[in-house]
């Protein structure tokens, strides 16, 4: 089957209406829900191919949120799908107005290499549980985990309904050629705009996650040691590739040589050899060399060490690094971390608000109006505060970027948004009829109660 039948046939599938049922997306997700627990064993497996991530990582960054995401949608699925009765204004006397979540209908998911088990199934949930048919195109360089889900994906769906196109870079073009109703795509801003363009040309909605440098702030007065064990957590975490990893650290030049200090010992800690058997690689060698170019010896006080055979980098922290560096150039997506000095809070914000809208914020402060004025007046995705990535694994809050770090917002509730348009319907009633709108106007007899009802 080529892509545009495959299209075709979920488009008439779509259009008997059978994805309306919510029972029908209720026995999708418990089948979907089961079948990730029957291959729980090989999914690590395939993590562990692809990314070298341990069981213990996997499950907690990939398997076990997808779940969460499932359960979530059954519980809460009947309340996300009932008619929702709204106030009717006096100037459309007598009538009921009403909002129903519908279906976009034909989706097409575009998922990333990094957490290629969580964002290609994921968005797919809160897909299905809105009632939309789904094509998932996951990443060529996570060949392992993309094939598991094909395998996955085919046991527990027809065609029609879900299926898996694997391939790489000609089969994402035949793909944007199609006219789905709905594009979801997690990954980079640049290829996030050719997303954007390419759907421009018929018009579809597309939901954008991308990702950008994401600013770590400490500040004079914040619990450095703390701060040091959760930065080091959060931006090591998948071999720091992750989206929503602190890229870069701002601090406050009093806590400086502490914090230094401090994110040695946490490495160190954590990251005691960066051999060992539980610490993620570089997904392939093109990125494995486009992170070596980014790490500066003259700049680096901890790591820089590499295993070309296994694609591994060690833990490699940067001090006294400017805006003009190479690493400062682009978001680095690896395990390199930049420490740059700032002197005060004013000079904070003004080097803050020069750069594109970040997907994650980190604030690491005792002072709540300090963190107060960063939260309100700065442009972000989302925030953790005194810790990193955590705001993401909630499935009662939405998650999302805004300008150059993505449009769009799913998990949970969100994500059932995300997948759904919301109509407005109003019925009215014919016992009664106002005359005030109808030609010929009377202004005289109908001025003032016209204004009674608008203003």
Known sequence: ???????????????????????????????????????????????????????????????????????????????????????????????????????????????????????????????????????????????????????????????????????????????????????????????????????????????????????????DGADIKMAARRIVFGKFLNAGQTCVAPDYILCHKKVHKELIEELIKEIKLQYSDYFNPDYVRIINEKHFNRLLRLIDKSKTVYGGNYDCETLRIEPTLMDNVTFDDLVMKEEIFGPILPVIEYDNYDNLYDILLSKPSPLALYIFSADQKHIDNLTHRLSFGGCSINDTVIHLANSETPFGGVGNSGMGSYHGKAGFDAFSHTKTIVKKYNWIDLPMRYQPYNRHLYNRILRIFLK
């Not at 499950?59 to 929702?84: A, D, P, Q, R, W």
């Not at 870079?169 to 990954?187: A, P």
């Open 1 to 219: 089957m080529n892509i545009e039948e495959a299209v075709h046939k979920q488009r008439m599938f779509f259009n008997t209406g059978t994805t309306l049922d919510v029972e029908y997306r209720i026995n999708g997700l418990k089948r979907l829900y089961s079948t990730i627990r029957k291959y729980e064993d090989e999914i690590y497996e395939a993590l562990k191919l692809d990314l070298n991530k341990s069981d213990y990582e996997s499950y907690m960054c990939e398997v076990g949120l997808t779940l969460n995401e499932i359960s979530y949608m059954l519980k809460h699925i009947h309340s996300f799908t009932k008619t929702h009765i709204k106030k009717t204004p006096l100037s459309q006397f007598h009538a009921r107005t009403y909002t129903i979540s519908s279906p976009y209908g034909n989706t097409l998911i575009i998922s990333p290499w990094n957490y290629p088990f969580l964002l290609s199934l994921e968005p797919l949930v809160d897909a299905l549980a809105s009632g939309n048919t789904a094509i998932i195109k996951p990443s060529e360089y996570s060949y392992h985990t993309s094939s598991l889900i094909d395998r996955i994906i085919s046991e527990c769906f027809d065609e029609e309904y879900v299926m898996v196109i694997n391939g790489g870079i000609e089969v994402s073009k035949e793909l944007l050629k199609q006219k789905f109703d709905l594009i979801f795509f997690t990954g980079s801003t640049s290829v996030g705009k050719e997303i954007y363009q390419s759907a421009s040309e018929n018009l579809i909605p597309v939901i954008l996650e991308l990702g950008g440098k994401s600013p770590c702030i400490v500040e």
